[in-house]
């Protein structure tokens, strides 16, 4: 099958079409032929060489995937053959085959074509599992969202509105402003031009849930803006992992920090986030209160443009591999 393969860590240039076997189901897995592949931060971190996939897992880049089933397990009922689907994989999506167990397969919901598909898994699983899960985000609180023009921004942003949670936002232009206005963005922060720390004590007083895909120096603001009983949720560290920090607003506002990663969980886990995705979010897809934002959508051979494009902070919202 051809597939996009690199030889060396490094930039987009490493890229390059090529040929690879084609991947081997075992008995709970399906083979979905790929229409599309989400392109997200995690692909270029593996591609530079500090996010190495699990054990097992493809060296192929690619965590989400949309197409057609077309080869089932042994334990994997008949039904699901030839289904249009959406999933989330290990790794392997930038390819004309993917494997997936089937604890992480969805239909494509009502309204979303296949290739819009390949955009929702994982930052939909991602941001259910740290909002609502680890988060518990309710709906009297405010939400801040950090990155918030990126896909997993945009992804919060959408759930948030459709739920009726407040949210705000940082961005890194004038032009992402915009847009996370229109969007419904309570107070939209341009980073580069204004401390969002400062904004928020002035506008707000503080937050209840923050979003992080940062780190660095955000994290010391980030505890200063919450309220009491806050929680902070660490997913990426844009700046850095390491930080120096006061922890005692941790301790007198009594506040949650924590973080995940979506990757290495078991499909037990992500199995119960995707039936939560199948209950609390499909039924906003089909009613519109959820749609797709999709930036921009590239062919397989323009993967390298695809990557500088995401690496130069461009898009405002996803961008797609088309097979």
């Known amino acids: 099958m051809k597939a996009i393969l690199f030889d060396k860590y490094g930039g987009p240039s490493v890229m390059y079409s090529g040929e690879a076997p084609k991947p081997i189901i075992n008995d709970n897995e399906v083979l979905i032929k790929v229409a599309a592949a989400g392109i997200n931060r995690p692909d270029i971190l593996q591609r530079q060489g500090s996010y190495p ?50 604890a992480t397969v969805l239909p494509i919901p009502a309204g979303v074509s296949l290739i ?7 930052t939909f699983f991602t941001v259910w599992t740290n909002l609502f899960d680890s988060g518990s985000l309710k709906k009297n609180e ?12 945009i992804t919060a942003a959408l759930i948030a509105k459709a739920m009726g949670i407040k949210y705000l936002t940082t961005v890194g232009s004038s032009k992402k402003k915009d847009f996370m206005d229109r969007l419904g963005s309570l107070l939209t922060i341009n980073y580069l031009e204004e401390d969002f720390e ?5 506008k707000l007083k503080g937050v ?10 955000y994290f010391q603001k980030n505890i200063n803006i919450l309220n009491k009983f806050g929680r902070l949720i660490n997913i990426a560290y844009l700046q850095s992992p390491v930080v ?9 506002k009594r506040l949650i920090v924590t973080g995940s990663t979506l990757r290495i969980r078991s499909d037990e886990e992500k199995q119960k986030i995707r039936d939560s995705l199948k209950e609390h979010i499909w039924p906003l897809f089909e009613n519109n209160s959820v749609n797709m934002i999709i930036d921009k959508e590239f062919s397989f051979n323009e993967v390298e443009k695809a990557h500088i494009y995401m690496e130069n902070n461009e898009n405002i919202g996803k961008l797609l591999l088309k097979f």
């Open 116 to 122: 819009e598909a390949a955009a929702i898994p994982e």
């Open 53 to 102: 996939p699990p054990k097992g897992a493809s060296e192929i880049l690619g965590l989400e995937v949309s197409g057609k089933i077309v080869e089932i397990g042994k334990n994997i009922d008949h039904d699901f053959k030839n289904k249009e689907v959406c999933a989330l994989v290990t790794g392997g999506g930038y390819a004309e085959y993917a494997k997936s167990t089937l």
């Open 142 to 153: 405010t939400l801040l969202i950090h990155g918030g023009a990126s896909g997993i921004g």
């Open 208 to 217: 209840d849930v923050i979003l992080d895909i940062v780190g660095g120096e």
């Open 198 to 202: 400062e904004i928020i004590k002035e």
């Open 244 to 252: 120096t920090a006061n922890l005692l607003p941790i301790m007198l």
